[in-house]
T-cell receptor, first 113, second 118 residues
Framework: SQELEQSPQSLIVQEGKNLTINCTSS?????LYWYKQKYGEGLIFLMM?????EEKSHEKITAKLDEKKQQSSLHITASQPSHAGIYLC?????????????FGTGTRLTIIP | ETGVTQTPRHLVMGMTNKKSLKCEQH?????MYWYKQSAKKPLELMFV???????ENNSVPSRFSPECPNSSHLFLHLHTLQPEDSALYLC?????????????????FGEGSRLTVL
């Protein structure tokens, strides 16, 4: 099994609808990072969460880290075509920050008109 | 434009060839990374360089040889690769290396080099 599980693996959402992507670790994390990737391209940093219960927002994207620091959710409100892509969570499992991240397999998001 | 430039963007090579991937960052960062992204697999960290010193080598086969001549450049030398090495190779940089600095949490990625091994 993967050390970091993401669900769902893929998601097709009608434009304007809300959606949630989850990232779960079997162990407590030092930090959780969300990235977005356009197909075949590099990753773009979205947010970093480090404290239990922490929540951050950027435009229409909100990410939360649970109190136990083992699960994070990424919520998109009123989805737009520009939100399409692959969302990856990265975990800091050893306290080295972003330098030694373990990534999930990603969630492929498709937005349909 | 990301500030991290990778060349070539696409590379096709035979198993007996020797080639190199290049990464260059103009962000003044002191840490650089190589990641491998294969289909259906999580992004895998291969190598980490901090202040031009290799600080992480995640059990990568010796047919992959990294080189960091200075803090702005990172190479991945490839020789006698296997078809299963075909993947997207991503370079990244960050302001904070293991040796110190401020961790902003962000890795800055290049657009990747798509490698196909025949």
């Amino acid at each position: 099994s993967q050390e970091l599980e993401q669900s769902p693996q893929s998601l097709i959402v009608q434009e304007g609808k809300n959606l949630t992507i989850n990232c779960t670790s079997s162990k407590t994390l030092y930090g959780l990072y969300w990235y977005k990737q356009k197909y075949g391209e590099g990753l773009i940093f979205l947010m970093m969460l480090q404290k239990g219960g922490e929540e951050k927002s950027h435009e229409k994207i909100t990410a939360k880290l649970d109190e136990k620091k083992q699960q994070s959710s990424l919520h998109i409100t009123a989805s737009q075509p520009s939100h399409a892509g692959i969302y990856l969570c990265g975990a800091d499992r050893r306290g080295f920050g972003n330098e030694k991240l373990t990534f999930g397999t990603g969630t492929r998001l498709t937005i349909i008109p | 434009e990301t500030g991290v430039t990778q060349t070539p963007r696409h590379l096709v090579m035979g198993m007996t060839n020797k080639k190199s991937l290049k990464c260059e960052q103009h962000l003044g960062h002191n840490a650089m990374y190589w990641y491998k992204q294969s289909a259906k697999k999580p992004l895998e960290l291969m190598f980490v360089y901090s202040l031009e010193e290799r600080v992480e080598n995640n059990s990568v086969p010796s047919r992959f040889s990294p080189e960091c001549p200075n803090s702005s450049h990172l190479f991945l030398h490839l020789h006698t690769l296997q078809p299963e090495d075909s993947a997207l190779y991503l370079c990244a940089s960050s302001p904070a290396g293991v040796a110190g600095g401020v961790n902003t949490g962000e890795l800055f990625f290049g657009e990747g080099s798509r490698l196909t091994v025949l």
